[in-house]
């Protein structure tokens, strides 16, 4: 999403209504968890004063992240809800640059895609899981995973099993009792 400060000129008196589709495939290179992002659907509306553009956003989609217990895929809805604010101003006239609630822009040219590659980020969360994944058992090469009932009811049908460090000895004992 990008837009010139002189395209934009034509908005400043009723505002921009803001309703596309962006692809935002960049997030799966800065956090490797996020292996596929749907199309992003922003709706919204930006206002202009003389030196920035408020923008009311709305973004919604889906990422596909890996199950923290199964590591199949998982789909995770996302929704946003924002208030961006790109500046225009000179830079001699510029705040604090790291102001985090505005996003300054150099040149001629609003490029709004890293802000919303910046909100799909902060939305990714530390951990997912599939929803039949407690239920399922799993192996693999030397594990198994096993939900806690799972593991109580194995231990009561399995027999005692005897250390084979220890097995001579049972024997042993075994002897000395006849």
Known sequence: MKWSIHQLSKFRRDGMPVDTIVQLDDVMERNSDIRKVSPIHVTGQCTFS????????????????????????????????????FSFVDEALRGNEEDEDIHYVDGEVIDATPVLEELVLLEVPMQVFKD???????????????????????????????????????????????
């Open 50 to 85: 003389t030196s920035q553009m408020t923008c009311q956003l709305h973004l919604s989609g889906e990422l596909v992240l890996p199950c923290a217990r199964t590591w199949e895929d998982v789909n995770y809805p996302i929704e946003v809800d924002t208030v961006e604010i």
């Open 132 to 178: 039949d994944s407690e239920r399922r058992e799993r192996d693999g090469k030397g594990w198994t995973y096993k939900t806690d009932d799972q593991l109580v009811l194995q231990k009561q049908n399995d027999e005692p099993k005897v250390d084979p460090r220890l097995a001579d000895l049972a024997k042993f004992l075994d002897q000395t009792d006849e």
